[in-house]
């Protein structure tokens, strides 16, 4: 099966993963050959069952872990034995999963702490002014202690957070997790506004359905392989990938 | 239920507020400190106070490591000691003007720190630590067996900056004012750190290392920086009580106990406050001349030490200043977003919002009965909160 996951148009990639087998110290490998594209302004989702090496994917996009082989690409330049903070510079911004706010720290200080490699004083204000737009909460709450929001008001402080560099793509791990279902749906919208403001997302969710309803492009992981992938809505519409991945149902029509 | 402006404006006026708070309390707090040696009722007590600034100088600059950093050192000793005898050694054999040998003390101290720190801010926790109490016991080792040098056990006899002519009584209140400057100076210093891009690259280290370092904070030089400046003020307190008491003895200026005091200090009054370290200092230090007054050469007062810091560490882990703004801030306007909502509101909220919030309802409705990731995180998030 072919695992381009995007049209073949000539258009650029913004991060192109290309081969990629990576794995933990002496372990099997958890990535065997994964090849994940991501075009500028889309949503791409990487679903799978648990072990399939979801998150392992943004792990090595963000230089936490370095591949064994294949290429990782920021805009067509080779990136692939970058440390973290050069991934960073190159324009790759990494949610983690689980909340990682600075909790005994103000909304503000997070906010900027998100901005600490930018040295242009009117760079980082006119970002603050720009994430403080797209994430009303944040807005509402800048001189709170992060840690006496809610979880998904973290989350969104987060996202706040890893926009601020102008990341080129940003690389969400399970963003749903430890949310109630509302919660869920308003950190998914502001995935939606993160794309409409013109940043690419990779985005990793246990919460199949709910990610792809949200997402553009979808690739359906299994050992480590990209085993279906293609636009979102039709893999939501795919009756055996229903069966397989999403619970046993396929999903009549989106909107509930 | 209040408008977003009506909140905004509550809020404004609340900080306005607590900055004029503050600016009184700072007024209040400098006229208590310099209308001290007037009040005191005799030379003894004044001589308390000096001790109790001393105490105040040396935990402040302790807590510009372990407030911004959280690296706690238990050595910091090493920093008064090493500050105190390269004073007194610099005013003996070269004769040097006492206040500009106690500044060039301070400046030695703090080269000598650059070594120190990138050998020791590699390690973490408990480790370093331990790293920090070696310092202080290899300095004692070593200041007593140099006798030649440094007096060795005998101890070193530093001499007075003032001449015969000023007594006594006299001594005890320019020096009490000499500390109150440098404790000033230090806390300014301490302020504007915390107030910069630096403090606040500073204050992520504390809570998470690795993720302030993953966010391009350089860490390592970050805590290099605190750890210098912080042995420079330690130092030039250490030299300030050694001009003020004339006498150093290696067991002493090299001391454990020293240390922990200024930790002791610190963590009671509140690593994170600007005042925290010299509100400690007040009461533990009027506590421990207390205790020595009271029980003689008895070890009494490390026993007292030791149930303060217990208590500390059981009911006020965060130290005073923290635990009472909490109290005042239970009385105040909750800040919270938790606020109570009445059905009626509720309802106008559910109607505003609409079909998106009644399809999230729904949404949600359906999640739980399908999707297992989800109900089970719900369910992990329930537990947790």
Request: proline content about 5%; overall charge neutral; some cysteine.
């Given at each position: 099966?072919?695992?381009?996951?995007?049209?073949?148009?000539?258009?650029?990639?913004?991060?192109?993963?290309d081969?990629?087998?990576?794995?933990?110290?002496?372990?099997?490998?958890?990535?065997?050959?994964?090849?994940?594209?991501?075009?500028?302004?889309?949503?791409?989702?990487?679903?799978?069952?648990?072990?399939?090496?979801?998150?392992?994917?943004?792990?090595?996009?963000?230089?936490?872990?370095?591949?064994?082989?294949?290429t990782?690409?920021v805009?067509?330049?080779?990136?692939?034995?970058?440390?973290?903070?050069?991934?960073?510079a190159?324009?790759?911004?990494?949610?983690?999963?689980?909340?990682s706010?600075?909790?005994?720290?103000?909304?503000?200080?997070?906010?900027?702490?998100?901005?600490?490699?930018?040295?242009?004083k009117g760079?980082?204000?006119?970002?603050?002014?720009?994430?403080?737009?797209?994430?009303?909460?944040?807005?509402?709450?800048?001189?709170?202690?992060?840690?006496?929001?809610?979880?998904?008001q973290?989350?969104?402080?987060?996202?706040?957070?890893?926009?601020?560099?102008?990341p080129?793509?940003?690389?969400?791990?399970?963003?749903?997790?430890?949310?109630?279902?509302?919660?869920?749906?308003?950190?998914f919208?502001?995935?939606?506004?993160?794309?409409?403001?013109?940043?690419?997302?990779?985005?990793?969710?246990?919460?199949?359905?709910?990610?792809?309803?949200?997402?553009?492009?979808?690739?359906?992981?299994?050992?480590?392989?990209v085993?279906?992938?293609?636009?979102?809505?039709?893999?939501?519409?795919?009756?055996?990938?229903?069966?397989?991945?999403l619970?046993?149902?396929?999903?009549?029509?989106?909107?509930? | 239920?209040?408008?977003?402006?009506?909140?905004?404006?509550?809020?404004?006026?609340?900080?306005?507020?607590?900055v004029?708070?503050?600016?009184?309390?700072?007024?209040?707090?400098?006229?208590?400190?310099?209308?001290?040696?007037?009040?005191a009722?005799?030379?003894?007590?004044?001589?308390?106070?000096?001790?109790?600034?001393?105490?105040?100088?040396?935990?402040?600059?302790?807590n510009?490591?372990g407030?911004?950093?959280?690296?706690?050192?238990?050595?910091?000793?090493?920093?008064?000691?090493?500050?105190g005898?390269?004073?007194g050694?610099?005013?003996?054999?070269?004769?040097?003007?006492?206040w500009?040998?106690?500044?060039?003390?301070?400046?030695?101290?703090a080269?000598?720190?650059?070594?120190?720190?990138?050998?020791?801010?590699r390690?973490?926790?408990?480790?370093?630590v331990?790293?920090s109490?070696?310092?202080?016991?290899?300095?004692?080792?070593?200041f007593?067996?140099?006798?030649?040098?440094?007096?060795?056990?005998?101890?070193?006899r530093?001499?007075?900056?003032?001449g015969?002519?000023?007594?006594?009584?006299?001594?005890?209140?320019?020096?009490?004012?000499?500390?109150?400057?440098?404790?000033?100076?230090?806390?300014?210093?301490?302020?504007?750190?915390?107030r910069s891009?630096?403090?606040?690259?500073?204050?992520?280290i504390?809570?998470?290392?690795?993720?302030?370092q993953?966010?391009?904070?350089?860490?390592?030089?970050?805590?290099?920086?605190?750890?210098?400046?912080?042995?420079?003020?330690?130092?030039?307190?250490?030299?300030?009580?050694?001009?003020?008491f004339?006498?150093?003895?290696?067991?002493?200026?090299?001391?454990?106990?020293?240390?922990?005091?200024?930790?002791?200090?610190?963590?009671?009054?509140?690593?994170?406050?600007?005042?925290?370290?010299f509100?400690?200092?007040?009461?533990?230090?009027?506590?421990?001349?207390?205790?020595?007054n009271?029980?003689?050469?008895?070890?009494?007062?490390?026993?007292?030490?030791g149930?303060?810091?217990?208590?500390?560490?059981?009911?006020?882990?965060?130290?005073?200043?923290?635990?009472?703004?909490?109290?005042?801030?239970?009385?105040?306007?909750?800040?919270?977003?938790?606020?109570?909502?009445?059905?009626?509101?509720?309802?106008e909220?559910?109607?505003?919002?609409?079909?998106?919030?009644?399809?999230?309802?729904?949404?949600?409705r359906?999640?739980d009965?399908?999707?297992?990731p989800?109900?089970?995180?719900?369910?992990?998030?329930?537990?947790?909160s």
């Amino acid at each position: 099966m072919a695992s381009d996951t995007t049209p073949r148009a000539s258009e650029q990639y913004l991060l192109e993963l290309d081969d990629v087998e990576a794995g933990y110290g002496r372990a099997a490998l958890v990535l065997r050959g994964l090849t994940v594209k991501v075009p500028p302004a889309t949503v791409v989702c990487l679903v799978g069952p648990n072990g399939a090496g979801k998150s392992t994917v943004l792990k090595v996009a963000s230089g936490m872990l370095t591949p064994r082989s294949g290429t990782i690409r920021v805009a067509g330049k080779d990136v692939t034995k970058n440390s973290p903070q050069q991934m960073l510079a190159a324009g790759l911004s990494h949610v983690l999963q689980g909340h990682s706010v600075f909790k005994e720290m103000t909304v503000e200080e997070n906010v900027r702490l998100g901005a600490y490699s930018v040295k242009d004083k009117g760079e980082v204000n006119d970002r603050i002014d720009f994430v403080k737009t797209l994430f009303p909460v944040v807005a509402d709450r800048w001189n709170a202690l992060a840690g006496a929001l809610s979880g998904g008001q973290q989350k969104q402080v987060e996202f706040a957070r890893s926009l601020m560099v102008s990341p080129q793509v940003v690389l969400l791990d399970e963003p749903s997790m430890g949310l109630d279902p509302k919660a869920t749906g308003t950190v998914f919208e502001q995935v939606v506004r993160m794309r409409d403001a013109g940043t690419a997302v990779l985005l990793v969710e246990q919460n199949a359905r709910r990610a792809l309803e949200t997402a553009d492009l979808g690739c359906v992981l299994d050992l480590g392989r990209v085993h279906i992938s293609g636009p979102a809505d039709e893999l939501l519409r795919d009756p055996q990938l229903a069966e397989l991945y999403l619970g046993g149902r396929p999903a009549a029509s989106p909107a509930t | 239920m209040p408008s977003a402006s009506d909140t905004v404006s509550t809020t404004d006026r609340r900080s306005r507020g607590s900055v004029a708070l503050k600016a009184v309390g700072l007024l209040v707090l400098a006229a208590a400190v310099l209308s001290f040696p007037s009040v005191a009722a005799n030379p003894f007590i004044l001589s308390v106070g000096v001790v109790i600034m001393s105490y105040a100088v040396l935990a402040t600059s302790w807590n510009f490591v372990g407030g911004f950093t959280g690296y706690i050192s238990l050595g910091h000793a090493a920093y008064s000691g090493l500050g105190g005898y390269a004073t007194g050694l610099l005013v003996i054999h070269t004769g040097v003007n006492p206040w500009l040998g106690m500044l060039l003390a301070g400046l030695a101290v703090a080269v000598l720190a650059v070594p120190i720190g990138i050998a020791s801010l590699r390690v973490r926790g408990a480790s370093f630590v331990i790293v920090s109490i070696a310092l202080v016991l290899i300095l004692l080792l070593v200041f007593q067996s140099w006798g030649s040098f440094t007096g060795g056990s005998n101890g070193l006899r530093v001499p007075r900056p003032f001449g015969p002519e000023v007594l006594r009584p006299e001594q005890h209140e320019r020096f009490f004012y000499l500390h109150a400057a440098l404790l000033a100076v230090a806390l300014l210093t301490w302020w504007l750190i915390d107030r910069s891009r630096f403090g606040m690259g500073l204050k992520a280290i504390r809570e998470d290392e690795d993720k302030a370092q993953a966010l391009g904070v350089p860490t390592f030089t970050y805590k290099l920086i605190a750890f210098v400046v912080s042995a420079f003020f330690t130092a030039l307190g250490g030299g300030l009580y050694a001009l003020w008491f004339g006498f150093l003895d290696p067991i002493f200026q090299f001391s454990i106990l020293v240390g922990s005091y200024m930790v002791l200090m610190s963590l009671l009054g509140g690593i994170r406050s600007l005042f925290g370290p010299f509100l400690g200092a007040v009461i533990v230090g009027y506590a421990v001349e207390y205790f020595k007054n009271q029980y003689g050469d008895t070890q009494f007062h490390l026993v007292a030490m030791g149930l303060l810091l217990g208590l500390v560490v059981l009911f006020m882990p965060d130290g005073i200043i923290p635990a009472a703004t909490n109290l005042v801030d239970r009385f105040r306007p909750q800040k919270t977003s938790i606020r109570e909502v009445t059905q009626a509101e509720l309802a106008e909220q559910r109607r505003t919002a609409g079909p998106e919030a009644a399809q999230a309802d729904q949404q949600a409705r359906t999640d739980d009965g399908t999707d297992i990731p989800t109900s089970d995180s719900t369910v992990t998030e329930g537990a947790r909160s």
